[in-house]
């Protein structure tokens, strides 16, 4: 059965006699049943054993599909049934833009087919977002980038209290808090700088930290896992990030959901390019009638 129609054949059903009656219509009738009937009988024999899909006319094997999932880390089977079909679909995909790529002679035989969708998108060139579209996404985004008060600080986790006192200890007559870290909590972690909002933390350190004035050192903040003390480098008060600041981001944004238009047009020009037909009788699992990405958009709605 083609990928995007329902068959009208049962699979089950007998073949039934169908006695010719006198009436012209009546005879039409019987004749679009008799010819429905050998389609019908016809119907299995268009697959073999084991196909799955046929594109173009070459055959896709369950084996071809197994490899796939295997390709993509997976183990077909663990999966469900909605899953396994979903993934085929996506196989399907693939094995369209692997056939795209290499009729423009970007992918060749032996490349990995889980590249084609990328060297296709290379190939493409889409321009970077101009300082309009940015600017426009920021203004339409403004709430996204409203921020919380955060602070800058560098953490160290004791496991005793006498340890954190000795860390404090040393902290107060002068000794580098990187020093402190290595030779009394050894904790490397402890040079590294975080940028925190209040929710960000527990109430508990929260309420210590955002207490300590930038530059400072915290008083010692026990809880379950341990004992903590941290280096408040910087307070950042809430605000609205500058544009200037929100660009990088923003462009990053832009580019993706690019990607994304670029990439969903290529599934539409090879769906429409190529001839797919699937074996949906050979499936373990059910398929919808209609694979195409808008037959799956209006699949799911």
């Known amino acids: ?94 094995e369209l833009l692997v056939r795209l790529a290499r009729e423009r002679e970007l992918l060749h035989r032996g490349d990995s087919p889980l590249i084609a969708a990328e060297v296709l998108l290379a190939a493409r ?68 700088t975080t940028e925190l909002s209040r929710d960000e933390l527990s109430p508990k350190i929260a309420a210590v930290v955002f207490a300590t004035p930038a530059g400072e050192i915290t008083p010692i903040v026990e809880e379950e896992y341990g004992f903590h003390l941290f280096a408040v480098d910087r307070r950042m008060p809430a605000g609205k990030v500058p544009l200037a600041e929100a660009r990088g981001e923003i462009a990053v944004q832009l580019r993706r959901e690019a990607a994304d238009r670029a990439y969903r047009d290529l599934l539409e020009e090879a769906w429409s390019r190529y001839n797919v037909e699937v074996a949906r009788t050979n499936l373990p699992f059910v398929v919808q009638d209609d694979l195409t990405p808008s037959g799956r958009d209006a699949g799911s709605a």
Not at 25 to 43: F, I, P, T
Not at 127 to 153: G, H, K, M, Q, T
Not at 163 to 178: K, N
């Open 1 to 94: 059965m083609s990928g995007g129609h329902r068959s009208l054949c049962g699979s089950d059903a007998p073949p039934r006699t169908v006695r010719m009656a006198a009436r012209p219509v009546a005879a039409l009738v019987v004749v679009g049943l008799v010819s429905l009937q050998l389609a019908c009988d016809d119907e299995p024999t268009r697959f073999g054993p084991g196909v799955v899909a046929r594109i173009d006319g070459e055959d896709l094997t369950y084996d071809d599909f197994e490899l796939y999932l295997t390709q993509l880390g997976e183990d077909p089977t663990s999966l469900e049934g909605a899953v396994m079909a979903a993934l085929f679909s996506r196989f399907l995909d693939d």
């Open 125 to 192: 060139a889409d321009p970077a977002p101009s300082e309009e579209e940015i600017a426009a996404r920021y203004a339409a985004d403004s709430e996204r980038f409203v921020r919380p008060e955060r602070v800058e600080l560098r953490q160290m986790l004791l496991t005793s209290r006498e340890q954190a006192e000795a860390a404090a200890s040393a902290l107060a007559s002068g000794v580098a808090w990187e020093q402190v870290a290595l030779d009394i909590a050894s904790d490397p972690a402890g040079e590294v």
